[in-house]
């Protein structure tokens, strides 16, 4: 079964860092973009950054760059999110995904793929 199994999620104070994985098996060859997404309370899907699969740079949201690193795993197709300086404001569900369709790596709604999402908190 094709799927994404995130990790890493977790409590954290203001100023700490998260790292989060993102287990990809097959869809890591397979997918054009795999990238980062989260959901606060009450608000809308937000992409976090995104990158073509397997060469290229990552694009992030400008309220986490300079924070935020996508890096990837080939061996282990594996993808991650280190997640430093967080902020109360980064506290959200954060899904990995993909999208196996030729495309830009910046439309959201072209990603087929969805982990089932793990919980960042950030308390002041």
């Known amino acids: 079964q094709v799927q994404l199994v995130e990790s890493g999620g977790g409590s954290v104070q203001a100023g700490g860092s998260l790292r989060l994985s993102c287990a990809a098996s097959?869809?890591?060859?397979?997918?054009?973009?795999m990238g980062w997404f989260r959901q606060a309370p009450g608000k809308g899907r937000e992409r976090v950054g995104v990158?073509?699969?397997?060469?290229?740079?990552?694009y992030y949201v400008s309220s986490v760059k300079g924070r935020f690193t996508i890096s990837r795993d080939t061996a282990k197709k594996t993808l991650y999110l280190q997640m430093n300086s967080l902020k109360p404001e980064d506290t959200a569900v954060y899904y990995c995904?993909?999208?196996?369709?030729?495309?830009?790596?910046?439309?959201?709604?072209?990603?087929?793929?969805w982990g089932q999402g793990t919980q960042v908190t950030v308390s002041s």
């Open positions: 990158i073509v699969t397997r060469v290229g740079e990552p």
């Open positions: 995904a993909a999208r196996s369709s030729v495309g830009s790596c910046l439309e959201e709604s072209a990603y087929d793929f």
């Open positions: 097959e869809l890591f060859d397979s997918s054009q973009c």
